[in-house]
């Protein structure tokens, strides 16, 4: 049969097709000469066995050399491509793969209709083999030669909605390594990527889940407050869908983050949602919801109820056949049928003393202890060191995205647009951060830490006198190269500002520094820089022509000395709520400063004679990086001296707070400061670079600076006398 194939190939004038039929059959050979050592399977018969396929093949391969040889390339590539669905069984896979790369990596016809559902065909195989970069490199061209039109594949289904769903699968299943190391950024930053595809597939349901993989991974990562807000909106999307299970899924979740955060009323709620049977949940989430109500109930003296919960577990555990899950739910409905009888006869008769029951925990407490509850949830989750959670990754793309906002449409936040920033920003904006951050402060939290007069003096007088005058010296000689000098006017700027709120504070804490110390000098900075940071930088560059002095200090006394005061008085009515619920202080700020430094560089871009020069801002920022790195190094020396009297975890709040300045309140003062100053931007560039450089920089030292500490605490520790 083959031969008499060849010869009618051949014969018919068809030698590439000839040449293409010989190649896959000695390929088949090959193949199976290489699997004779797996005796133990069964092996497929060879293709010169299978009549039917070798006249499929000859059929298509005729025909698509007569296709190539008029120019119609897309037929060749459909003719390929009919190849490739045809071989659909497993033990034909390597024939599928074989004519669907020929298909889509042809030199002519490879972003045709059909070599475009070629490597759809392909992503999909890769995926399902775990070869995930080539998945995703197809899953990738697929899409990009999709995009443009109406395409469908052979069943009719949209070509480019598949190459998403392929897509989102593909970076979905990229998340699961990261995820095991628990390198939960990188999670996060892929899950974002493939929620983004999923959104733009128009499926509800690839969204749903998309959504939640993204709660899941900061649920895991420790940030529950964005994990719910994810789980909400899959409950939103299951609401739409109708999706009874993907509902029980959400509250569980939900409930989960509730439980990490300690926030048991809301978290009862939930878990009773799973079991009153308005949410049709799976059995095993309604057992473990079960369980962990139960608990609370005995944890809360109210045994009848925590009884009721733990016998529907036992029914749950029952139906679902776990033998380990009925053991533990019978040992915790026992229990809870001991205790209720036990109280529930106190109540009625009232003869029991506290000292019979401190006598009935006391006989009864090893049993007790090792059947208290179920075993406890994974330990909380944390963020990979401190440092991840200060990188506001959003918040650097929100500069980005003002900034370029400001340079396509600079007329609407310009002095006198739409958007009116002489009132809004210069009063409204600049009153709300600084409220904002006397809200925020828990100056409670100072009093530990007010009598380590020589820490906070070192630090003090680094950031406010040494960093400033350090900085204008070297920009003596920074002044004789090319580099702008409103660039190099930045860098003053950013010597005479105070210290951050948070990052120093959070970055002490992520080594087990000084927190205190970090907590007290990063407030006191600030309240310091109040009437410190406009003075330097009125020395140092001097002020607008157009705005006096006293203005200056009355505008300053108004928008912010007189908000910080009123935010304090709040906090002192407000400061229960405030613990209880943790508003996010840090992103109100962070979004309002969106807004002052969208204006401030509106003004510079409709500003036709200012631009910035890319050699420049480069230099800018290697010399940032080089200051940080100096400076850090000498906080370092100085305060490790054998005559500083400081201790390792006062070295590391040094190290932090002394380096570190504050964008929040800097970007604010300027705008006061240098009111209707045209390159106002400009001065304000280095500092938006100094922000995410410290806390990068710092982030990277914190495992060094965490090791060092221990050990030097270690060795100061030993060498005390006994």
């Not at 083999?129 to 052979?154: I, K, N, P, T």
């Not at 993204?214 to 999706?243: P, R, W």
């Not at 990086?625 to 400076?631: E, P, Y």
């Amino acid at each position: 049969m083959k031969q008499n194939i060849c010869v009618e190939m051949l014969q018919n004038g068809k030698p590439r097709s000839f040449s293409k039929f010989f190649h896959v059959l000695s390929l088949d050979e090959e193949r199976k000469d290489g699997q004779e050592h797996n005796r133990g399977h069964t092996q497929p018969a060879p293709l010169q066995d299978q009549p039917e396929k070798m006249h499929k093949m000859k059929e298509h391969l005729t025909q698509a050399e007569q296709a190539e040889v008029s120019g119609r390339w897309s037929t060749v590539c459909e003719q390929y491509l009919s190849l490739g669905l045809y071989f659909s069984s497993d033990s034909d896979l390597w024939l599928r793969l074989h004519f669907l790369h020929i298909c889509c990596d042809r030199e002519h016809g490879c972003s045709s209709r059909a070599a475009t559902e070629a490597r759809a065909q392909l992503a999909e195989i890769y995926l399902k083999q775990g070869d995930l970069s080539v998945a995703l490199q197809q899953a990738e061209r697929c899409l990009r030669q999709a995009e443009d039109g109406a395409w469908q594949d052979s069943s009719g289904f949209p070509l480019k909605t598949r190459a998403q769903h392929a897509l989102w699968r593909t970076i979905t299943r990229q998340t699961d390594a990261p995820l095991q190391s628990k390198n939960y950024a990188k999670a996060i930053a892929l899950l974002h990527q493939a929620l983004n595809i999923a959104k733009d597939s128009g499926s509800k349901s690839i969204e749903g889940e998309a959504t939640y993989n993204l709660g899941v991974s900061y649920q895991l990562s420790g940030d529950h407050t964005i994990a719910k807000k994810h789980f909400n909106k899959y409950m939103e999307i299951c609401q739409e869908l109708d999706n009874a299970s993907g509902l029980g899924k959400a509250y569980r979740a939900i409930a989960k983050s509730l439980e990490r955060e300690k926030n048991t009323e809301e978290m009862v709620w939930c878990l009773k949602k799973l079991t009153d049977g308005s949410v049709n949940s799976l059995l095993c989430d309604l057992v473990d919801a079960c369980l962990s109500l139960g608990n609370i109930h005995s944890d809360m003296g109210e045994y009848a109820q925590a009884c009721e919960y733990f016998q529907r577990s036992y029914e749950g555990a029952v139906n679902l056949g776990d033998f380990s899950l009925l053991q533990k739910t019978q040992v915790l409905l026992g229990r809870a049928k001991a205790l209720n009888r036990l109280f529930r006869s106190d109540v009625q008769t009232d003869s029991r003393s506290s000292l019979q029951k401190l006598l009935y925990w006391k006989e009864n407490r090893e049993w007790d202890e090792s059947i208290r509850e179920c075993p406890p949830p994974p330990p909380h989750s944390q963020h990979p060191g401190g440092s991840w959670r200060i990188r506001k990754e959003w918040f650097i793309i929100g500069i980005l995205l003002v900034i370029l906002s400001a340079k396509v449409h600079p007329g609407f936040g310009v002095k006198g647009g739409p958007l009116k920033p002489e009132i809004t920003v210069s009063y409204i904006a600049v009153s709300i951060i600084f409220f904002n951050s006397g809200l925020s402060l828990k100056t409670e939290e100072l009093t530990s830490a007010l009598l380590h007069f020589r820490l906070h003096l070192f630090v003090q007088g680094f950031t406010l006198v040494f960093f400033p005058v350090s900085v204008w010296l070297l920009l003596r000689v920074l002044a004789l190269t090319n580099i702008d000098q409103w660039l190099l006017r930045g860098l003053q700027t950013v010597s005479c500002m105070p210290p951050p709120v948070s990052s120093a504070v959070i970055l002490t804490k992520a080594v087990g520094g000084n927190e205190a110390a970090a907590i007290f000098n990063s407030a006191f900075g600030s309240f310091l820089g109040i009437v410190v940071t406009p003075v330097l930088l009125l020395m140092f560059l001097g002020s607008s022509s157009s705005v006096p002095f006293s203005s200056i200090f009355s505008q300053l006394f108004m928008t912010v000395v007189v908000p910080l005061i009123l935010g304090q008085v709040c906090r002192g009515f407000l400061r229960e709520f405030l613990d209880r619920r943790k508003p996010p202080f840090g992103a109100v700020s962070s979004c309002v400063l969106l807004m002052i430094i969208y204006t401030t560089f509106c003004d510079t871009f409709s500003n036709p004679s200012i631009e910035l020069e890319p050699t420049s801002l480069l230099l800018i920022s290697l010399i940032i990086f080089s200051i940080q790195i100096s400076f850090m190094l000498l906080t370092f020396t100085l305060s490790t001296r054998a005559n500083s009297s400081f201790s390792p975890a006062d070295t590391v709040a040094i190290v932090f707070c002394s380096t570190h300045k504050s964008l929040t309140l800097g970007i604010p003062m300027l705008k006061i400061v240098f009111e209707g100053f045209e390159h106002l931007s400009l001065i304000s560039v280095p500092l938006l670079i100094y922000h995410p450089a410290q806390i990068l920089l710092g982030s990277v030292l914190v495992p060094s600076i965490r090791t060092w500490m221990t050990s030097r605490q270690k060795a100061l520790s030993f060498s005390d006398p006994v």
